[in-house]
């Protein structure tokens, strides 16, 4: 369902928001897929707050959905199921660790990549949640996993 009535410029339209789901169903099973605009994207409720990405992780394409949450150095992320890699739910970061070789006694340290997953936006109106479409125009790591050839759902859940 479009908000904004853009069906007439199709460029404008893959933008527009897609009611995805009803807000009850979701804060409880915490975590939905859906395609918006062929795109396929995951929708996670964690701690009272939406967050939206690309299902497949910019690594290799694992599925995001079917993966576990945790904090990292205080942030949450979705850790991949395929390579436990550990993305940020806010922001799409790619965290890892690293610790100084010259400094055995070092603990490791959070670092971030940058961006690397795909973040959408989330609103809520009335019960209903719906999906914008990132077009913000970087390129993101999980594009590539983005496009038909790695599509893993058949139609909106
Ligand atoms: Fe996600 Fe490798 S595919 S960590």
Redesign the pocket.
Known sequence: MDLNGSEQDPEMKAYSAVWVGREDNIKKSERMTAVVHDREVVIFYHKGEYHAMDIR?Y????PLHLGDIEDFDGRSCIV?P????KITLATGEGLYQSINPKDPSAKPKWCSKGVMQRIHTVTVDNGNIYVTLSNDSFKCNSDFYATGNFKVIKSSS
């Open positions: 992780c690594h290799s394409g694992g991949c395929w390579h436990k890699y």
